[in-house]
């Protein structure tokens, strides 16, 4: 059953997040306060800030990696709305594997593991077959210029721009409702960035929600539905 | 999200004399999990370890395993009898250095075949079969199948030790510092293979390892040990990205970023 469009299949709520160093004497660095976002299928929010405002904190939050403070996420997952802050780990890996994909500045590199299977992965965990997930891989790494001579190769020694787009494939090989996109352009030429472009478009017109930090105006332009202002603490009235 | 979980973990605690090894650790591990135990030498992960594989007594605390032959057992409470059957059936045990792992006296083939008849297999064809086909696995050639552990190298044992433990199919393994001692491109290849074989098995797994690059690589969640207690734990990069604890920080700001 299609996700109602009306619907937000995201919704974050008086979310606080601060980094406490122990290091420097129990430091508190506060760098999301009181933050509420709610997110549609077919939208994309493109978050907006200054340098160290705290986006990239927030979609860490919204993917679990980083802890929240306070507040509350909560995401459409197997038809139930499940909360996010404080889940268990099995409950956000579980979220991870069908709901929520993220794509990071940087791919993570696995050794020995060739670019075709890295793709390939979250699609057979999902339960694709090995053909049918080898088939979509080469798909994406076709459209993202991938040339076919580097799918066999481990992505250790391929370029910053080739990597982040491995790095995209593997997030788009399975159709998550909710992507959360940091920076998904930053180390890519103008033909490439047109074909990401591409692909978060026809991601975002099939209904599926997206939040994103997009430093490129032209491709924010393209791709975002909507801005939502990230305001660090310190400046907030 | 339903089930149970496969083995339940209630207020372990190990002493040795007057030093606690070990204090007051909990958890639940969830079938087709692999949980990290993190810390430095001496913060009690092998003596936790030890405890939760029955190789070593708690002094007080609980092992909860849910069996696929016998429903729950308590792992302690277990007749010794029945506790080695189920270390050689349901479960296996990667140690640190292969040799302890490793029958160094018998062949290879022996060495994988010998849990197949711990399972009640005895057609002899069929094991060297098996055996055969699980040397290939993990990437060790053919025709090493009747030379004993004692002429493979380190990394070829590791991997030997590896196809010893999960050719019976085991639901849960424990694995001590499996890529410990190793050189860097031999770790790899290792890694590489415990990875793919926990996905593709669906195993569930303990690992103790003080390198956070491995656990980061072979985990879904992790508890940090200090001084025998769980000072933090969660999902693991979570922990490794966010780290709340004073002695997580300090753990994960020591490593040398490549």
């Known amino acids: ?237 | 999200m339903t089930g149970r979980p496969l083995l339940s973990v209630r207020e372990l605690t190990k002493r040795f004399g007057n030093r606690v090894a070990c204090c007051d650790v909990g958890f639940d591990l969830w079938p087709g999990e692999v949980l990290g135990i993190v810390g430095e030498s001496g913060s009690g992960k092998t003596t936790l370890l030890n405890c939760l594989a029955g190789r070593m007594t708690p002094d007080a605390g609980s092992v909860i395993y849910d069996s696929n032959a016998s429903g729950l057992v308590d792992v302690h409470r277990l007749s010794e009898a029945r506790r080695r059957l189920l270390t050689r059936t349901e479960w296996g045990f990667v140690n640190q250095d292969a040799r302890e792992g490793l029958r160094m006296g018998v062949s290879a083939g022996a060495n994988i075949g010998e849990r197949l008849m711990a399972i009640g297999e005895r057609h002899y064809g069929e094991i060297r079969q098996t055996a055969t086909d699980w040397l290939g696995r993990v990437e060790i050639e053919l025709d090493r199948l009747d030379d004993r552990p004692t002429d493979f190298s380190g990394g070829m044992r590791q991997r030997l030790q590896i196809a010893r433990n999960l050719v019976s199919n085991p639901w849960l393994v424990f694995m001590d510092e499996p890529t410990g001692g190793l050189d860097v491109s031999v770790q790899a290849r290792i890694l590489d293979l415990l990875r793919g074989l926990v996905e593709n098995l669906h195993l569930s797994a303990v690992l103790v390892t003080h390198d956070l690059g491995v656990a980061r690589l072979l985990t879904h969640r992790l508890m940090v040990m200090q001084g025998g207690r769980v000072v933090e734990d969660g999902l693991t990069d979570q922990v490794l990205d966010d780290p709340q604890h004073a002695y997580t920080q300090m753990l994960v700001a020591s490593i040398l970023p490549a």
């Open chain 1, 1 to 237: 059953m299609p996700p109602d469009p009306t619907q937000p299949v995201l919704r974050v709520s008086h979310l606080s997040k601060s980094f406490v160093v122990h290091a420097q004497g129990g430091l508190a660095l506060p760098v999301l306060r009181d933050v509420s976002l709610a997110v549609s299928p077919g939208e994309c929010v493109a978050l907006v800030g200054r340098s160290g405002a705290g986006k990239s904190t927030l979609l860490r939050c919204l993917y679990g990696n980083y802890r929240a403070d306070a507040g509350s996420i909560r995401v459409r997952h197997r038809n139930d709305n499940v909360e996010l802050a404080g889940a268990e780990p099995r409950v956000t890996l579980d979220v991870r594997r069908r709901t929520l994909g993220f794509v990071s500045q940087f791919l993570r590199v696995i050794p020995r593991v060739p670019a075709i299977d890295v793709v390939a992965e979250p699609a057979l965990r999902l339960g694709a077959t090995e053909t049918e997930a080898r088939r979509r891989a080469e798909f994406l790494l076709g459209v993202l210029g991938i040339p076919p001579r580097l799918w066999l190769l481990p992505p250790a020694t391929f370029s910053g721009g080739e990597q982040q787009r491995v790095n995209i494939a593997r997030s788009l090989i399975v159709d998550y409702p909710i992507l959360l996109l940091d920076e998904p352009t930053a180390s890519l030429d103008e033909g490439n960035r047109a074909g990401v472009v591409e692909l978060i478009n026809q991601r975002r017109d099939a209904g599926t929600a997206i939040v994103g930090i997009f430093h490129d105006a032209a491709v924010r332009d393209a791709v975002a539905t909507r801005i939502h202002d990230v305001v660090p603490p310190g400046a907030q009235p």
